[in-house]
Antibody
Framework: EVQLVESGGGLVQPGGSLRLSCAASGFTVSSNSMSWVRQAPGKGLEWVSVIYSGGVTYYADSVKGRFTISRDNSKNTLYLQMNSLRAEDTAVYYC??????????????WGQGTLVTVSS | DIQMTQSPSSLSASVGDRVTITCRASQSISNYLNWYQQKPGKAPKLLIYAASSLQSGVPSRFSGSGSGTDFTLTISSLQPEDFATYYCQQSYSIPPVTFGQGTRLEIK
């Protein structure tokens, strides 16, 4: 059974850092496209970052230069390192697996989400 | 970036109703269009991919159509568990993946 379990969220001050983890089971993270998607309180979905099976990464303009996506193949885990956090980064962060059909950004499995709150 | 616009933003309907939600892209995206359902406090769930392909396990009352810039999600006969927020998402011109603003489907 495919499962994604996020952890690492919490309360952090503006300018601080957090690392989110997404532990996968039932499939191999390194063989798939994996993304982070966030949702600010009461708002819609916003794509944050992707790492493709070949290791290529992309970021939304809003987080470029501050966030880094990575994976640990030995732990079958996806990460999101978040630096220089701002109040507008406050959101529930989901990891999601991308299946390949028209593209490899069709998100068929999602984690339960982890809340990041940036506030002083 | 490709902008995705859903209409309506909210909708009230009754159990058994036929409901249609529309999604429009700011430029042609062929059939690179997905639909998701999200219930409060839960992660989104993939319903339809490639504009009209039903994801495994999704009830057949859900269907999708369209290509180019205009797409629709149809629920043929609303069930109580269908009241949720629905999002469209394009995967044609990436990055970035972009989502519509959502359509909240409420009980009348």
């Amino acid at each position: 059974e495919v499962q994604l379990v996020e952890s690492g969220g919490g309360l952090v001050q503006p300018g601080g850092s957090l690392r989110l983890s997404c532990a996968a089971s039932g499939f191999t993270v390194s063989s798939n496209s994996m993304s982070w998607v966030r949702q600010a309180p009461g708002k819609g979905l916003e794509w944050v970052s992707v790492i493709y099976s070949g290791g290529v990464t992309y970021y939304a303009d809003s987080v470029k230069g501050r966030f880094t996506i990575s994976r640990d193949n030995s732990k079958n885990t996806l990460y999101l390192q978040m630096n220089s956090l701002r109040a507008e980064d406050t959101a529930v962060y989901y990891c999601a697996r991308g299946i390949c059909s028209t593209s490899c950004s069709n998100f068929d499995y999602w984690g339960q989400g982890t809340l990041v709150t940036v506030s002083s | 970036d490709i902008q995705m616009t859903q209409s309506p933003s909210s909708l009230s309907a009754s159990v058994g109703d036929r409901v249609t939600i529309t999604c429009r892209a700011s430029q042609s995206i062929s059939n690179y269009l997905n639909w998701y359902q999200q219930k409060p406090g839960k992660a989104p769930k993939l319903l339809i991919y490639a504009a009209s392909s039903l994801q495994s396990g999704v009830p057949s009352r859900f269907s999708g159509s369209g290509s180019g810039t205009d797409f629709t999600l149809t629920i043929s006969s609303l069930q109580p568990e269908d009241f949720a927020t629905y999002y469209c998402q394009q995967s044609y011109s990436i990055p970035p993946v972009t989502f519509g603003q959502g359509t909240r489907l409420e009980i009348k």
